[in-house]
Each structure stands twice: as structure tokens, then as C-alpha cells.
């Protein structure tokens, strides 16, 4: 849950020590896999990497032209974020992105 990460506050995730993923490793409220705690500590870094780069991340997410080279770009850049958390992130974070499933469920073949 994103009170287990510091409501995702980037500056502070980047900043977790060992003590701090072994406590996350302990909660119950998150998929306890040490891969991907580290993997969340990571995308922080290279997150607040990208914001300095680009003087802006939402500079960032628009420096690639259009949904399709953002999407494979993030995926090159975060670790274990798939088609469909790629999605998500970009949705969270105010952007638009390409309808996911059709009403009665099935896949829209995007």
C-alpha cells in the first residue's frame, strides 16, 4: 500500500536503507518479494535521475513523442513494470493513455 512506501514520496523511497526494505519485507500489507522492493527503491532513483535530466518528469514523459515510444521507454527504464503497469503509471500520474479493455472485458488489442 502506498503507506508502506511513504505514499510513494520518491525522495524518501530512494532513500530506504537495508533496515528499511527488511521492514517492508516483514509487512503484510505489500507482496513481500525482495526482487521488487528493490526494484520500487530503484524505480525512485532513476525517477528523480529522469526529473533532473529532463529538468521535469512530466518533461520526460512528454520528450518521447507519443504513447507507444514513452511505453517501451519506461519499460527500459523501471524494472517489472509490464504492459499493463505501464498503463497505470501513466494513468496515475495524469497522462493520457489508450483504452485497456473493452466493457465486456476482453483485451481492445492495443
Known amino acids: 500500500t502506498k503507506e508502506a512506501f511513504d505514499n510513494f514520496d520518491p525522495e524518501k523511497v530512494a532513500r530506504y536503507t537495508e533496515d528499511d526494505k527488511a521492514r ?5 500489507r505489500i507482496i513481500r518479494n525482495r526482487r521488487k522492493v528493490d526494484a520500487i527503491v530503484e524505480n525512485a532513483i532513476r525517477l528523480l535521475e529522469l526529473d ?11 520528450s518521447k513523442g507519443n504513447y507507444e515510444a514513452l511505453a517501451r521507454d519506461l519499460r ?4 517489472f ?3 499493463m503497469g505501464t498503463n497505470l503509471f501513466l494513468w496515475y500520474t ?3 493513455v489508450p483504452p485497456w479493455h473493452n466493457w465486456d472485458g ?3 488489442g492495443k
Open 24 to 28: 517492508l519485507l516483514q509487512d503484510k
Open 52 to 62: 533532473r535530466e529532463y529538468n521535469g518528469f512530466h518533461n520526460y514523459l512528454h
Open 76 to 79: 527500459k527504464q523501471f524494472k
Open 81 to 83: 513494470i509490464g504492459e
Open 94 to 96: 495524469g497522462e493520457e
Open 106 to 108: 476482453t483485451h481492445d
